[in-house]
Structures are given as C-alpha cells and as structure tokens.
C-alpha cells in the first residue's frame, strides 16, 4: 500500500518542479510591459538643466529661452505705482510748457531729430520732469512721413547700434527709452537685442511700448538684465473726456491690483486737460504717481 501511494507523489513533485521551472524560463525570455511599451519620457528639465536642440541639419541650438515672468499681484502693504509718459514730444514747446504746469511726475518721451528736441529736452529737465529718449522704429505700416533717426529692418547690426546712439545724443540726460511706433522692430527677435544691448551698456531703463501683441521687445530687455516695464494703458485712444478719464481710471485700477502699472498718452489739448482734471483721483485708488525710472524691473 505504501509504495502505490509513494509512485503517485513522487510524478506530483515532478510535475510541480517542471511546472516551476517552465514559469521562470517563460518570464525571463518575455519583454517586460515597459520594454514593450518603450521608455518614460524625458523630463523637460533634469537636474536643473534644460535639455539642448537640435536644428533639422543635426547642428546643437542654445537651450529655448523662458520668456520673463510678469509681475505679480502685489502683496499686502506694497504701495502702488502708476507712471504715466507722454510720447511724441519735440515737434512743439506749448505740450511741454502744459506738462510742466501740472506739477505732477510725469515722464517726458521726446522725439529725436524734430524741430524743438532740444530745446523741449532742456525745459524738460528744467522743471524737474524725467526725460526719455521716444527712439524711431519700422512699423508694419509704412508712415506718412518717416521720424529722423528712424532704425528699421533693413539696417546691419552696425548701422543699427549707430543709429540708436545717435538718437541718445539727441536727448542729453535721457533715463531711459522707449518706442515709437515699431510694430515691426519689437517683433524681431534678431534687431531688438542690438538695440537693447546699447541701451543696457549706456545703463538706461526700457519701456515696450506694446504697439503690437507680437512685441519681444519687454521679454528681451529682461533676458539681457535691461529694467524693463511695458505699457498697460493708451490712455488717450479716444479723444474725449470721458473716455480719457475712463483710461485713466483703469491704469489706477491695475496699479492698485497688481502693484505698478505704465500709462501712454501723447500731447494733445484734451489729453492735457483731462490729465489736469483727473490725475488727482489716484489718491482715491491709494496710487502714487512716479517717474518710469520707478517703476521699471
């Protein structure tokens, strides 16, 4: 009896030991799930570093550049800053001569090669308004008449940084520049670094003037350690009252939400009196009027 039950056990242990022995040798031999299914996505950044690319020719690019973080919304206790520039000055000394009666801190952006620069440069200066260069750039739609010193897309980068410090000459004491027109210009990622770059070794701020939405000209100034702001309000796209001091009253709003916020107008008559009548409401957003120099980044 016992050696017919010992035969049955003994066949039952090498069924189990193949059985084993089967189930190694299929597991070992297969790919696994994840061979099948290929490797884990490289991290866009490892270590810190991002990874480099490569043109379709197989030739290394330079790592993609981040474009400069915004401001952010200001935190308690932070106070609030408008600056507001008035464009286009040079042509006339009556726009300057009103700036100057509002006794307010505001920006002058005057215009290089016009027929009062420097002499609007000069009261400017003598009334103790901040004064910038207002530099010429190629707009996408050709002008009816082209700005003297105008630097447009045609130039080498030789001619470019020459025609950027001729204009600087033309606004002696200058701060700081931004553009005039320039749709363009700022929306080339090749010609606005010499432009910055001149600006940055002269060691002056720059405002985008945002005459499009395809404008570098801000993320760029950042990415070479230029101060840099950029426009948030046209202030005087209308020209009537009441919407100048509806834009008005929105530059103090996004001052007062996110901090600091850039205003643009230019010298008409009902800019100036609306500027007169209107400015005094930034005490009522709790906003303080500054120079562009103070409000840059």
Do not use: D, F
């Given at each position: 009896m016992r050696r017919s039950l010992s035969l049955p056990l003994a066949f039952l242990a090498v069924g189990v030991i193949a059985l084993a022995v089967f189930l190694l040798l299929d597991?070992?031999?297969r790919p696994?799930?994840?061979a099948l299914t290929g490797p884990s996505p490289i991290p866009s950044e490892t270590k810190g570093k991002?990874?480099?690319r490569e043109s379709p020719g197989g030739k290394p690019l330079a790592p993609a550049r981040k474009p400069a973080a915004r401001p952010q919304p200001r935190t308690p206790g932070e106070p609030a800053r408008a600056a507001i520039i008035m464009d286009d000055l040079g042509n006339s000394l009556e726009p300057l001569r009103a700036l100057c009666a509002l006794g307010r801190r505001i920006t002058a952006s005057v215009l290089p090669f016009a027929a009062e620069t420097l002499p609007s440069v000069k009261a400017a200066h003598e009334c103790g308004l901040e004064v910038m260069l207002h530099l010429p750039l190629e707009s996408l739609v050709k002008p009816a008449?082209?700005?003297?010193g105008m630097i447009s897309?045609?130039?080498s980068r030789d001619e470019v940084r020459a025609g950027v410090l001729a204009c600087l000459e033309q606004i002696p004491g200058c701060r700081g520049v931004n553009n005039h027109a320039g749709s363009?210009?700022?929306e080339d990622g090749v010609l606005m670094p010499v432009i910055?770059?001149?600006v940055r070794d002269k060691g002056l701020y720059f405002v985008d003037s945002r005459t499009t939405s395809s404008s570098v000209a801000y993320e760029t100034a950042r990415s070479l350690g230029v101060p840099a702001a950029e426009r948030h309000v046209f202030l005087d796209g209308v020209l009537e009252d009441g919407a100048i001091k509806g834009r008005i009253e929105e530059l103090f709003r996004k001052a007062r939400d996110a901090g600091r916020a850039v205003g643009i107008c230019h010298p008409k008559a009902e800019t100036?009196?609306?500027l007169r009548n209107y400015l005094g409401l930034a005490e009522a957003y709790g906003v303080t009027l500054v120079f562009a120099s103070e409000i840059v980044e």
């Open positions: 597991r070992g031999g696994s799930r994840r991002t990874p480099g008449r082209t700005p003297g897309s045609g130039m363009k210009v700022t910055l770059e001149v100036l009196a609306a």
